[in-house]
């Protein structure tokens, strides 16, 4: 008896480290939430399920809009040069099943747990697949993996953005015309940095909204549109078409109000 009592009283201490020692591992620092909305101008951006008014009395129904974010970390200093946390390697911000108002409204999330507690001077990300992460083809990655597809092994490298649809293009009603434009290869990768306080406290969590406008990602201005009487589809092989979604992506993503 004495023998059995002595291994259960062993077996209950070891439980007791354990339990110990895995709260003090998910306990550790605070928790940041990092959220992704997409718009179509003031409409939320909504695939299959909603029709958008374009330039020159075009329509658009969009299917799919997706793209890799990278290197993502929160600053230290207001120097987007200087210290920083990395937070994220890379992940696929897809609204492919964004088709409803209440799944546009929360959008696509990433929780990013046991950051060290202070106050971070703002968050630098990368739009596109980072050059070392983009010479490594999806065979190296176990799925489910944000690289382990939208793979071109033509281009070695990875397909950035996704922009998916099709268009009314004579405002009949009938969305006939089928739209696909893929931005990849290094030189279009794209730096982002947002500069204001984010405070991460211990055992807390925290929130970072950060909107993406379609319609500003197809149209710079009212004479400065992708034209789809013209266009319509692109592999990275016009690269002027390339770099106007690629440079009008950088600017369309903003923290909500600015």
């Known amino acids: 008896m004495n023998r059995i009592n002595f291994l259960l009283t062993l077996l209950l201490a070891f439980s007791l480290l354990t339990c110990d020692k895995n709260e003090n591992i998910n306990d550790t620092g605070g928790e940041l939430t990092l959220n992704f909305r997409g718009f179509f101008d003031q409409n939320k951006l909504k695939m299959f399920n909603a029709d958008y008014p374009y330039e020159d009395n075009m329509k658009l129904r969009l299917q799919l809009f997706q793209f890799y974010i990278s ?17 994220i390697d890379v992940e696929l911000v897809s609204f492919k099943n964004i088709q409803s108002d209440d799944a546009a409204q929360k959008g696509i999330s990433f929780s990013l747990k046991n950051i060290p507690p202070g106050i971070y001077k703002g968050l630098k990300l990368g ?31 990875y397909v950035f953005t996704k922009i998916e649809g099709n268009a009314d293009l004579d405002n009949s009603g009938k ?4 739209l696909t434009f893929h931005v990849g290869e ?45 266009v319509t589809q692109d592999h990275t092989i ?4 390339t770099k106007f979604l690629a440079d009008n992506l950088q600017e369309a993503l903003k923290m909500p109000g600015k």
């Not at 040069?81 to 937070?87: A, F, H, I, M, R």
């Not at 083809?137 to 092994?153: M, R």
């Open 186 to 230: 290094n030189e279009f990768f794209r730096k982002k940095v947002f500069l204001t306080d984010i405070v991460i406290k211990d055992k807390s969590s925290s929130n970072f909204t950060l909107d993406v406008d379609l319609h500003r990602v197809l149209a710079k201005s009212a004479s400065d549109y992708l034209d789809f009487r013209k």
């Open 71 to 87: 290197d993502v970390a929160l600053l230290k200093t207001d120097d987007p040069k200087g210290d920083s946390l990395q937070l």
């Open 127 to 157: 739009l596109g697949v980072s050059s070392d992460l983009n010479a490594v083809g999806p065979s190296s990655y176990t799925p489910p993996h944000p690289l382990d597809d939208n793979y071109w092994s033509w281009a070695k490298g």
């Open 175 to 178: 969305f006939a015309t089928k």
């Open 238 to 241: 016009d690269k002027s078409i």
